[in-house]
Nanobody
Framework: VQLQASGGGLVQPGDSLRLSCAAS????????FGWFRQAPGKKRVFVAA????????YYADSVRGRFAISRDNAKNTVYLQMNSLKPEDTAVYYC????????????????WGQGTLVTVSS
């Protein structure tokens, strides 16, 4: 499975941004898609996840209520709608996928995109 993340950019606090993750290859093998982020000098952390089949979505406490993850199976694409962005949301955002895990740890995900930079600054 290959993943291509896009949609990052420079925005002001309070703005919105939508990230996309286009998947190709054996997406039928995927159980879950996740978004992670890594701020400068910090570890990569979980942001949100959605099952490829089924409705459950999962969020980190820091983004719950502001971010929304969704998928379009027909387009093999997963989205991360980010609203009310804050400077602390600044990071490189990565999409990831895995055929088995239901977890939130980056170590549990097998497939990774290249990352897209989100900068929130006035």
């Amino acid at each position: 499975v290959q993943l291509q993340a896009s949609g990052g950019g420079l925005v002001q606090p309070g703005d919105s941004l939508r990230l996309s993750c286009a998947a190709s290859g054996r997406t039928s093998d995927v159980n879950i898609f996740g978004w992670f982020r890594q701020a400068p000098g910090k570890k990569r952390v979980f942001v949100a996840a959605v099952r490829w089949r089924g409705s459950p979505t999962y969020y980190a406490d820091s983004v719950r209520g502001r971010f929304a993850i969704s998928r379009d199976n027909a387009k093999n694409t997963v989205y991360l709608q980010m609203n009310s962005l804050k400077p602390e949301d600044t990071a490189v955002y990565y999409c990831a996928a895995d055929p088995k895990t239901d977890g939130y740890s980056a170590d549990e995900y097998s497939y990774w995109g290249q990352g897209t930079l989100v900068t929130v600054s006035s």
